[in-house]
Nanobody, 122 residues
Framework: QVQLVESGGGLVQAGGSLRLSCVASGSIFSINGMGWYRQAPGKQRELVAG???????NYADSVKGRFTIFRDNAKNTVYLQMNSLKPEDTAVYFC????????????????WGQGTQVTVSS
């Protein structure tokens, strides 16, 4: 079984920073694309950032210039560095294993972490 464990969420004020971590087990991590998604109350789950096995990255327009996704294959870990946080970033953030890029778009794989709550206050 692929297991994904997220951590690093919390409560911050607008303008603050958080770093989310996702540790994967049960897979050959280095050959899989990974993604961070989020779901806010009343909204659909959306892609925040994706990274391929070759470390090509892409971001939602709403977070470009503020968030950075990166991976450390030796630690089987993918990170999301979030800077200049805004109240609209408040959501549960999910790590996804198997995210892939095709035809100019990212698509999620079958495995999800449990989610970590990020709350940004005004």
């Amino acid at each position: 079984q692929v297991q994904l464990v997220e951590s690093g969420g919390g409560l911050v004020q607008a303008g603050g920073s958080l770093r989310l971590s996702c540790v994967a087990s049960g897979s050959i991590f280095s050959i899989n694309g990974m993604g961070w998604y989020r779901q806010a109350p009343g909204k659909q789950r959306e892609l925040v950032a994706g990274i391929t096995s070759r470390q090509t990255t892409n971001y939602a327009d709403s977070v470009k210039g503020r968030f950075t996704i990166f991976r450390d294959n030796a630690k089987n870990t993918v990170y999301l560095q979030m800077n200049s946080l805004k109240p609209e970033d408040t959501a549960v953030y999910f790590c996804n294993h198997g995210t892939y890029y095709s035809g100019g778009n990212y698509y999620p794989g079958d495995y999800w972490g449990q989610g970590t709550q990020v709350t940004v206050s005004s």
